[in-house]
């Protein structure tokens, strides 16, 4: 096991599980060799609740003595307060104003959301990062929706709950914060303005009638779950700069036809394109790294994944994803209509999810016996047969999982007995059954290539090549229909 996970290096396998509802932030504890110590110390300062880190101070919360006009100091102990926490004031009732100070650089997710009395809100130019529905539930929002259906601070664009149609991103927003168009179903077309660098974490997650969004080449950043749920979105094309598809961001697109990733892409993230049901196929650029395991579960019309070759990290063989080497399969594509597949000797190791969804397959060939199978019931399909040699690590794979199996044959034979060949047994196994018709069948079709002593055991019109003849001989044999080959 140890020698696959250190060949799989750049396929992600997850060991937590990621929810499919907005993020929430959570705090890092830091704990060292000797003793476990916390990363910050909390205090309180007036009615306010905050964390004090080495350099600056978090606003975290309020007491229940705390006043309904608030005034957020800018420094406390002398440190600098650069940002309001997830959840801070969250549902604080009876809150009815907040400054907050210059230098506040960020607002956390709900950080006053709930708060049903909140008509006013100060916020100095310093803020250039908010968080996930940060004033949801708010008089102060909802006054800001009346004036313009487009709420922006600071350049950024907060809130377009009210948009409907076509709409047009006004010129000067440099970015779209976290869920500002959460379930916009009414949105159709999405145009935003050059110069806009970042769009946040859910900013369109499930606008269900958005057929088409333009994204700037000056976009770097996209968020998580950006696009979660845009059933209607037919095709997209990340601009150059961006580095990284992070979890959900295209999950559940399910029109998604046609996707361009940049060549500036390093890494694809658990769920970035999972459900994306009619994405026929893939093409990773040549500086991506890294890529999660079980890319494309449930896009069961994807029937390729392509790789530039001037990737050093991943391959492609017939539209099925490998190591640079191809010494581990990582990915064959769910939509792929082939009902056999060979997986030859020189393959060493299968990925975790390396065959998830892939209903087509009604038979698996793994050619070594020592394959590392990644032990999981969705690294090989279940309907499958798992051919294999006896003793082989498939055969320990189909027995733990229940799944079928049948013998190819025994270990591979020494040097001196791989000369020797039976007439017809074109996989070379020591008989002859219907794994040579499929192994001829695959040859015809320039899906393999057969070794001097393969065409010698199906050569049988003296022609030097295999062909649809050989192979009807050999399947009257294998049903009696003819005696001898």
Not at 151 to 156: F, G, P, T, Y
Not at 199 to 208: L, P
Not at 324 to 338: A, D, H, I, W, Y
Request: charged letters at 20%.
């Amino acid at each position: 096991m140890k020698k696959i996970l250190a060949i799989l290096g750049a396929f992600t396998m997850l060991t937590v599980s990621v929810p499919r509802l907005p993020v929430q932030e959570t705090t890092v504890i830091q704990a060292s060799a000797e003793e476990e110590y916390e990363d910050y110390t909390e205090d309180v300062y007036g009615s306010l609740v905050y964390k004090k880190y080495a350099d600056y101070i978090e606003i975290s919360g309020y007491t229940d003595e705390a006043e309904n006009e608030i005034t957020i100091p800018a420094e406390i102990d002398g440190l600098p307060v650069t940002s309001i926490g997830t959840l801070a004031f969250s549902n604080f009732y009876s809150l009815t104003s907040v400054i907050i100070p210059d230098g506040v650089t960020t607002i956390g997710n709900r950080a006053f959301s709930g708060c049903t009395s909140l008509t006013s809100v100060t916020i100095p130019e310093s803020v250039q990062s908010f968080g996930w529905y940060v004033f949801d539930y708010t008089p102060w929002l909802y006054q800001k929706q009346e004036e313009n259906p487009f709420v922006i601070i600071n350049h950024i664009l907060i809130d377009g709950a009210l948009c409907k149609g076509e709409i047009i991103v006004p010129e000067g927003v440099t970015a779209i914060s976290a869920t500002a168009f959460y379930y916009c179903s009414d949105i159709i077309s999405v145009t935003l303005p050059d110069g806009i660098t970042s769009i946040g974490g859910g900013a369109f997650s499930n606008c269900s009638s958005l057929t088409s969004v333009n994204l700037p080449d000056s976009i770097t950043n996209i968020g998580e779950e950006a696009f979660y749920g845009c059933s209607a979105l037919t095709s997209i094309a990340v601009p150059e700069g961006v580095t990284c598809i992070l979890p959900y961001t295209f999950y559940e697109c399910s029109s998604l036809t046609s996707i361009t990733l940049p060549d500036t892409l390093i890494s694809i993230e658990s769920w970035a394109l999972d459900d994306c049901t009619a994405l026929t196929s893939v093409f990773i650029p040549k500086g991506v790294t890294s890529i999660a395991s079980g890319f494309l579960k449930g896009c069961s019309a994807a029937v390729s994944i392509d790789v530039d070759e001037e990737n050093t990290v991943f391959s492609s063989k017939d539209g099925v994803l490998f190591n640079k080497e191809q010494t581990v399969l990582l990915r064959f594509p769910s939509g792929n209509e082939q009902t056999e597949y060979v997986i030859p000797e020189t393959v060493t190791g299968i990925a975790f999810h390396a065959f998830r969804d892939c209903s087509h397959l009604l038979s698996i060939r793994i050619e070594n016996p020592d394959c590392e199978i990644i032990e999981n019931k969705y690294t090989l399909p279940e309907q499958a047969v798992i051919y294999g040699y006896e003793n082989s690590t498939a055969q320990a794979y189909a027995e733990k999982y229940g799944y079928q199996f049948e013998v190819i044959g025994s270990e591979p034979e020494t040097e001196s007995r791989a000369e020797e060949f039976l007439s017809g047994d074109a996989d070379l196994s020591g008989k002859v059954d219907i794994l040579d018709v499929i192994t001829l069948n695959r040859a015809i079709l320039g899906k393999e290539t057969l070794t001097e002593n393969q065409i010698k055991a199906i050569d049988f019109n003296q022609n030097g090549k295999p062909d649809s003849e050989e192979s009807l001989m050999i399947l009257k044999y294998i049903t009696g229909l003819i005696e001898a080959l």
